[in-house]
């Protein structure tokens, strides 16, 4: 059965998240992709694997998914074919033959994820989909230097949501910055691995760093704690982006 | 009777454009921000005038307006009263006290518009609501030379769309620059007025130059002609923001 990778790039704001609900009528990005590739596979259901569960509201640039279809596709005739059956909200950018061992998530080595956080007084109408807010000035030395604490090997329990169901919340993180224009902080975060909401909860952390309401040694000793109820809430997932997902010679 | 200035910004994609319309129903800029000052004007209908009648579809970052209300407001009052009263949509930026006689747009000296292309294959869905799209590459020199064309005082006869009512189609250009940054046109052009269409025209014109179709001396003549059916279509209205107006001394 031929089997392909896809990469993905979706606006998530009028999805309520990645993954498929048993909530009937939850429009889903996983809906969406699986209903148009039915169409694609000679009727039957298609089952696809992704590299990172987007929350809802949370967007893509480079999710990368996998599926076997019971037809062959060129590549690009498969492009063409599945854009031409997405909604304008999701647009898949390549695609690829792969072998059918390929599992998007268990096979990354690492994902690379950006958060956007507009700090101005008044958001603009052109970011509200793609950038949170907070209507207060960060100071951008300490959440320069905040950032870089959540870099190496640390166990990230403070920062899990409930409901998450990993065996180890210890995860390795190779880059961490953070960078600020104008009235906005842009984060950039790669891991070989994201616990539930990790990503919102390290700007949360970042924010409370910024406004003084925490230090850098506090964000430090939260961390350590391993408690969730020590760190401080997560950003809204309206800002936040999978930016790319790594594999072995990639 | 107390006067103001308001810079907007807005997301246009879910607006019937500036203008009011007779059509009832017609979601407008106008009617939305005429009925928000109208609860700020101890319930008379307040009337605005702008100083761009922005297209259907296309944006804002700095629309001005002005309007007379029934009773004073502070600055900071009046600007957190009409942001709480608008859709999330529209945003004020910024509000002033004016004097009784200022008109947005009879009293604008220039405006600045920016207009966004995507040329790669697919359009990112990040982007779809801020720049148009063309599927194919531009020849960014020859775009970048026909912007130049535009510069100066032009009868742009050949690039207003029927509909428009001016006295005369004389404009003046004073910045006409192409950009590009991967696959994506950037095009800034400042005049002292601009007739119905004119920038969408412009970008059709640099389209069918950077696509082959055209030479900038094509382009040149069809200028010259001052004849709308010598000129290609206009661009996308999605693409089009109108980003600053400038006032005398400013």
Do not use: C
């Amino acid at each position: 059965v031929p089997s392909f990778r896809l990469t993905l790039a979706y606006d998530g704001t009028d999805f309520q998240g990645w993954q498929l609900q048993t909530r009937p009528g939850a429009r889903t990005v996983q809906g969406v992709l699986e209903a148009a590739l039915q169409k694609l596979s000679l009727g039957r259901p298609v089952r696809v694997h992704a590299a990172g569960r987007t929350d809802a509201g949370a967007h893509a640039l480079g999710q990368v998914v996998g599926f076997l279809l019971e037809r062959e596709f060129a590549q690009d005739g498969l492009l063409r074919a599945v854009n031409g059956l997405l909604p304008p909200d999701v647009r898949a950018l390549r695609a690829e033959p792969v072998s059918s061992a390929f599992h998007p998530r268990r096979d990354a080595v690492s994902k690379h994820y950006r958060y956007s956080l507009d700090t101005g007084g008044v958001q603009l109408p052109q970011r509200r989909r793609f950038a949170g807010h907070v209507p207060f000035a960060l100071d951008a030395a300490r959440v320069r230097t905040a950032a870089g604490a959540f870099l190496g090997r640390h166990d990230f329990a403070s920062l899990q949501t409930a409901g998450g169901s990993v065996q180890t919340t210890i995860r390795t993180v190779s880059r961490s910055e953070a960078r600020f224009d104008d009235a906005a902080l842009t984060f950039d975060v790669e891991a070989d691995g994201f616990l539930r909401q990790m990503v919102r909860s390290m700007v949360g952390g970042l924010t409370a760093v910024g406004r003084g309401a925490w230090s850098v040694a506090d964000l430090e000793r939260a961390l350590e704690r391993r408690d969730r109820r020590a760190w401080p809430a997560p950003a809204e997932a309206r800002g936040l982006t999978l930016v790319r997902v790594r594999y072995p010679g990639e």
